[in-house]
């Protein structure tokens, strides 16, 4: 049987090179990409963590174990592990089941009336995919969703709204109307998560097969017309 590289990481991690065994570990929304939280890790946190599948840290302040989540109910539930070139830093990237600084930001590096958002823009998209999903699994917890009403008409009408908001795209661009086109743009991109999610696809699905164009192209050969 093969053995995951999150089962053979402690093999890597350097804990020793730390005086007090304690490594830092930051940990990652693996969809939106958004930093969550920073917190140390020794050996024994690191194995709980590998075997329950929840980030577990050491915490410096209490002395003992504790996995994240434990009082709020907002695990953070790992997807994969990284260490650095040295071994003596971690890098997590998890799934967030709910907001995970326990003033109830998505993250802990979030302020209140900050100028800037501690996350690249474009990863908002991911967040609103998430929800979108939620709205299919879940219709029950806001029957007056629009989102919900588009899941319970069905793709013909799914579909139907991603062609118009298309055509309004592209009549914005055309004219020049580019407060318009921003408008237009975001609703286009938010049907289309709707669609994607009704098909059973996702947001990676689709950049797996641009990073597969990207490789193919970079790598000197063109895909066919």
Same mark, same amino acid.
């Given at each position: 049987m093969t053995t995951s590289p999150t089962r053979q990481l402690h093999k890597h991690m350097d804990f020793a090179k730390? #005086? =007090? $065994?304690?490594? #830092?570990?930051?940990?990652?929304? &693996? *969809? /939106? $990409?958004? !930093?969550?939280?920073?917190?140390?890790q020794n050996e024994e946190a690191q194995r709980v963590t590998r075997q329950s599948g929840r980030v577990t840290f050491f915490s410096r302040s209490k002395q003992r174990l504790w996995t994240k989540g434990e009082t709020s109910g907002h695990y953070l539930t790992v997807v994969s592990q990284h260490p650095d070139c040295d071994q003596d830093a971690l890098l997590i990237r998890a799934i967030p089941d709910g907001p995970t600084c326990h003033r109830g930001t998505t993250s802990c590096f979030e302020q209140p009336n900050q100028t800037a958002y501690p996350a690249a823009a474009v990863s908002f998209i991911a967040e609103l995919e998430r929800l979108v999903q939620r709205r299919q699994r879940y219709p029950e917890e806001d029957p007056k969703s629009y989102t919900a009403s588009l899941f319970r008409k069905g793709m013909p009408k799914i579909a139907q709204k991603v062609g118009e908001e298309a055509v309004e795209t592209v009549i914005d661009a055309v004219g020049g109307n580019t407060e318009g086109l921003k408008g237009e743009a975001a609703d286009l991109?938010? *049907?289309?998560? !709707?669609?994607? /999610? &009704? &098909?059973?696809?996702?947001?990676? =699905?689709?950049?797996?097969?641009?990073?597969?164009? *990207?490789?193919?192209?970079?790598?000197?050969v063109r895909r066919p017309e």
């Open positions: 730390m #005086p =007090d $065994g304690l490594i #830092p570990v930051i940990v990652q929304d &693996a *969809h /939106t $990409g958004q !930093v969550l939280m920073l917190g140390y991109l938010y *049907h289309l998560l !709707v669609l994607l /999610t &009704a &098909a059973g696809l996702s947001l990676e =699905d689709v950049v797996q097969v641009l990073r597969q164009r *990207h490789s193919t192209i970079t790598g000197g």
